[in-house]
């Protein structure tokens, strides 16, 4: 007859509380200033464009305001990405240079990628040109200034876990809870007690008088 295998020991949920608290994760933040666009490409029939520009990383993607009639416009603007390089492969900004048009479509002109791992841990000034896409392809169609900054976000270090009591434990407490109390109550029913028998004893006073001689005479029998 077989012997019976021994099971594994179940998994306690304080194991697994214990597990959760040591996993942590390192964010990455992307922070891109774009200061502004020049040399852009003109699409309108005065001669200018109206461009704007769109930054796109890890299903994210924020644009700059649209500055009218120019080909060298300014804009100033920060963003900031945060993800988990755990699960985010990409290590690039995707860049897009738009013309903005108010009573149709607006026109993509160009492209630009961004790499920022080589900026980690420091801010770095560079120049990003965009390469002409659709009608635009193969040219020049606008250089941007940006300010990149890539850090990684250290995780705070967690306390050391504390191991939860065991029921046990628990009770061996309340049970040392409650003679505290009852000590305590004791010693002060006692000081009660003493201090209303104090207050209770009345002291007496005992004379005795045994008479009393050489009396003055008033009355008219001597």
């Known amino acids: 007859m077989a012997e019976p295998q021994a099971s594994a020991p179940a998994e306690t949920e304080e194991n697994q509380t214990l597990g959760e608290q040591t996993e942590t994760s390192t964010n990455v933040t992307v922070i891109i200033t774009i200061f502004g666009v020049k040399g852009v490409v003109a699409v309108d029939s005065n001669g200018k464009s109206d461009p704007f520009i769109v930054v796109k990383f890890a299903g994210q993607e924020k644009k700059t305001k649209k500055v009218a009639d120019t080909l060298d416009a300014e804009f100033n603007e ?50 990003v ?25 250290e995780p705070a270090p967690q306390p050391f876990p504390q191991k939860s009591e065991s029921p046990k434990q628990v009770k061996k407490e ?26 209770q004893t009345i002291e007496t006073v005992s004379i005795t008088i045994f008479g009393v001689k050489g ?4 009355d008219s029998n001597g």
């Open 174 to 199: 309340v049970v040392k809870e409650t003679k505290r109390k009852s000590v305590k109550e004791t010693k002060s029913a006692a000081k009660s007690t003493a201090k209303e028998t104090q207050v």
């Open 78 to 127: 920060t963003f900031e990405f945060t993800f988990d390089p755990k699960t985010e492969a990409g290590r690039q900004l995707d860049l897009e240079l738009w013309d903005y048009d108010s009573f149709s479509d607006n026109d993509i002109l160009g492209k630009a990628s961004l790499p920022f791992e080589q900026y980690a841990n420091k801010k770095e000034r560079c120049s």
């Open 215 to 218: 009396v003055v005479a008033v």
């Open 129 to 153: 040109k965009f390469e002409g896409v659709e009608k635009h392809f193969g040219q020049d169609v606008g250089e941007s200034d940006v300010e990149i900054e890539y850090k990684k976000n």
